[in-house]
């Protein structure tokens, strides 16, 4: 069994988890060209070595990001999405409009 | 079957012929580099000598031929898919398959037994008669059947409805076949040896030469390669040497693991596959079991296999054929996939001028190595697209304009 260490359950079996694939920042959709918006949703960077993914914990609903290296198969760090998208937005505020990725 | 071998069986002795001519040094210069000699760039180099007279050809190979996922495979051959476009493809395959054995004077074990995809639920049932219908439509032979027939067909498959997903009926395509993939690389690399085409094993390609956006040549491990024209056919490492000529694509490498049982007596005749329980399973010539599921749960540039695969495959292959449950598994592997998300290849043109590629080509790539290697090799020849090819090239995910095969391609994806 393979262990995911979770920011918000602990260790658990990876099999609890669904991998949804490379962070990569979103393009403001009103402001980008048809072109970078297609490689936004199919271009894949597909790197052999330490990548950052979003994961998600099944049973608690919990999105969360993991560093692993897709060469070695170990997982190098998992954290909350905060820590790289800032704090989630309070009910009263205004959604952003551009993505706030890396 | 080639008459040779019935003329070694009556003679008194025979001396073994070379497969592949002695290892020679790298040439600086050649018309046609393929990186990859997998059944795909061999196929090539087969067709660019024998169909377009072009053989000042290197294919370089990182290991050993047939060591990436041409020797990994589990050797189904099949044309029933789901887009006419797909079927057309995978149909001049099977046309191709045929004729192997003898054109290359080796046989290949081509065994047309039958491929019957079960269907558990009435969604499944639904893409079944389409694809039954689409087949039909193309010219591919395919119908749907129900449980009384996957019996006959079958017997020893549990069709009874005492089952977590009872057998509704199945998508049964007469001429689905294996093949030994071994073999297949052999007879290619012979075949384009014979005919002046240089093979280099142990050879990686470590960068792409170019100049004012057009390929000049290739680095290796054993030096610079000059040339007209790449192709490359490096399946799960594909994104790696297009990030070499400074491109990317819309891939993702995933491991595919399988395995064997030991050796049973002849009980399977056709290739039982299931979408909603994620397996497939055919019975050898020699009698293993060859079963396979669907691809890892994560991205990976690794060969290791896992116990949740072979637990995860056990617990649906036992729900199919409950009596197998005292039978061992002989041997297990994996070779990762370049998946992309339409489930159809990328092959044609790149970013790179006279850079061909052929890609993408996921957990659905053997069957197509004799098609892949004639059209691709003719579109490295004249510079052109074939129109059967066409709808598979790299642009079309800009254009938005995908093949979705995702409901054929494979299982449980």
């Known amino acids: ?102 | 079957m080639p008459f040779s071998l019935l003329r070694n069986a009556l003679a008194s002795r025979r001396s073994p012929e070379r497969i592949l001519p002695r290892a020679v040094d790298l040439k600086r210069s050649y018309d046609v580099v393929i990186i990859g000699g997998g059944g795909h760039g061999l196929a090539a180099a087969y067709h660019l000598a024998r169909d377009h007279g072009i053989t000042d050809v290197a294919v370089l190979e990182k290991g050993y031929l047939g060591s990436g996922n041409t020797g990994r495979n589990t050797a189904i051959i099949r044309a029933n898919y789901l887009t006419p476009e797909g079927v057309d493809f995978y149909a001049e395959a099977l046309a191709l398959w045929r004729g192997l054995s003898n054109e290359f004077g080796l046989n290949i074990l081509y065994s047309e037994r039958g491929h019957i995809t079960l269907a558990h639920s009435d969604s499944a049932m639904r893409v079944m008669r389409w694809r039954a219908e689409v087949n039909k439509h193309q010219g591919v032979d395919s119908e749907v059947i129900y449980p009384d027939e996957i019996a006959r067909l079958a017997p020893g498959i549990d069709v009874s409805e005492d089952v977590r997903y009872p057998i509704l009926g199945a998508l049964h395509h007469p001429p689905g076949a294996t093949a030994r993939h071994d073999a297949v690389v052999w007879g290619y690399a012979a075949g384009a040896a014979r005919r002046g085409a240089e093979i280099h094993q142990n050879t990686e390609v470590t960068g792409v030469l170019q100049d004012a956006g057009r390929v000049t040549g290739v680095t290796t491990n054993r030096g610079e390669v000059r040339c007209d024209r790449v192709l490359q056919a490096v399946a799960g490492s594909s994104s790696i040497v297009a990030a070499m000529a400074d491109f990317r694509l819309p891939i993702h490498t995933v491991p595919l693991q399988a395995c064997v049982s030991l050796p049973l007596k002849p009980f399977l005749d056709p290739i039982i596959v299931s979408g909603s329980l994620h397996t497939y399973i055919w019975q050898t010539s020699r009698g293993e079991l060859v079963m396979g599921g669907a691809t890892d749960p994560y991205g990976l540039y690794a060969n290791r296999s896992t116990l949740d695969f072979k637990e995860g495959l056990m617990a649906n292959v036992l729900e199919l054929f409950p009596f197998l449950s005292e039978v061992t598994v002989l041997r297990q592997w994996a070779g990762f996939c370049d998946m992309t998300s339409d489930f159809s290849p990328v092959m044609g043109v790149t970013p790179l001028e006279n850079y061909y590629i052929d890609a993408g080509w996921g957990t659905w790539g053997f069957k197509a190595t004799p098609v892949c290697g004639k059209r691709m090799a003719e579109t490295v020849a004249n510079g052109r697209i074939p129109d059967i090819l066409r709808p598979f090239a790299l642009d079309r995910f800009r254009a938005l304009d995908l093949v979705g095969e995702k409901g054929a391609a494979s299982v449980g994806h």
């Open chain 1, 1 to 102: 069994m393979k262990i995911m260490p979770c920011p918000l359950n602990g260790p658990r079996n990876i099999e609890e988890f669904v991998c949804a694939g490379e962070v990569i920042p979103e393009p403001d959709p009103d402001a980008t060209s048809d072109d970078d918006w297609s490689a936004y949703l199919f271009i894949l960077e597909n790197h052999a070595g330490v990548v950052r993914e979003w994961w998600y914990h099944v049973p608690t609903s919990f999105w969360f990001i993991a560093e692993r290296d897709t060469v070695t198969d170990e997982i190098v760090d998992t954290y909350s999405p905060d820590e790289i998208f800032g704090r989630e937005p309070r009910p009263d505020e205004p959604p952003a409009t551009t993505g706030s990725g890396p």
